[in-house]
């Protein structure tokens, strides 16, 4: 579909802190419908802050965020996107089946549609032995599954991933991505942050590298090797976001050197 908005538009998003901190600069970024999009970038480069302003968690200082073409603080908007955080947010006093089925009941699902999609949840992310149980008895890595479980509860069109696979054992790892990739290949939008540049690799089928709080690049990850004669993703990374900053503060110059003891 041609004419379909693009799943996140996002046009000179700007994001200054409370404290004064420049977060976000006037990024311009466009993420057509269905794409499974990677977002990189060293930490604090930006990225949970975009996500934020995505989810509409923020408020944005200036510019202008659209999910498929709706403001992201209309209700249309938040209830096509759902989001599991870096920060693993849990309500302590519910179970993890009443976690999965009030998060339903948030986002206008019936009871009967929550409960069947909370058990299907539970299954997918092998919760089941866990399922009555509070979320703070939960190891980390069940915590994590719980909050990737919770975000695709309703069915959203657009999933944000913020880290999903920090803390997660390699079993699960390859059933998200399964999941993810079947979740993908039915037609919804995937944006994904990670550290681990091999998996993003694999998965996206654009990137786009942000660092203090701008686009850098953005293209395949082919596109990317080719135009900074690299042989990995890594190595455009650090050409791109990292080896700018660590190599000038290495050699005593740039604005880096003086922050770093
Ligand atoms: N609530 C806040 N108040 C002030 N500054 C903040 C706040 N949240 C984030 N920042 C700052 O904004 C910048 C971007 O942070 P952000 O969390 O978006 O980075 P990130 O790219 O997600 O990093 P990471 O890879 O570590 O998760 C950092 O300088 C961070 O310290
Ligand atoms: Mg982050």
Redesign the pocket.
């Known amino acids: 579909m041609p004419d379909a908005p693009p799943a996140l538009e996002l046009r000179g998003l700007t994001?200054r802190?409370?404290?004064g901190?420049l977060?976000?600069d006037n990024l311009d970024l466009s993420v057509p419908s269905g794409r499974f999009f990677g977002l990189l970038?060293?930490?604090?480069?930006?990225?949970?802050?975009?996500?934020?302003a995505v989810s509409n968690l923020?408020r944005v200082t200036a510019g202008e965020v659209l999910v498929f073409g709706e403001p992201a603080d209309t209700l249309s908007a938040r209830r096509v996107v759902g989001l599991a955080e870096?920060d693993v947010n849990l309500d302590r006093f519910l179970t993890v089946e009443e976690t999965l089925v009030y998060h339903g009941g948030y986002f206008g699902m019936s009871r009967a549609d929550a409960r069947a999609r909370a058990a299907e949840m539970i299954d997918v992310f092998d919760l089941r032995a866990k399922a009555r149980v509070r979320t703070p008895m939960l190891s980390g890595g069940m915590r994590r599954r719980l909050l990737l479980a919770r975000a695709l509860m309703h069915r959203p069109r657009l999933v944000i991933l913020?880290?999903p696979t920090a803390g997660v054992d390699v079993e699960l790892r390859h059933e998200l991505w399964r999941y993810i990739r079947r979740l993908h290949s039915e037609g919804t939008t995937i944006l994904l942050?990670t550290?681990y540049l091999e998996e993003a690799e694999e998965l996206c089928e654009e990137i786009a590298l942000?660092g203090g709080?701008q686009l850098v690049a953005r293209d395949t990850a082919a596109g990317l090797r080719e135009r900074y004669g690299a042989e990995s993703l890594i190595e455009v990374y650090i050409k791109t976001v990292g080896a700018g900053r660590l190599a000038s503060a290495a050699n005593g110059s740039g604005p880096a050197a003086q922050r770093v003891v």
């Open positions: 994001k802190y409370d404290d901190t977060a976000l970038g060293p930490n604090g480069a930006g990225k949970t802050t975009l996500i934020s923020i870096q913020d880290e942050t550290h942000i709080g």
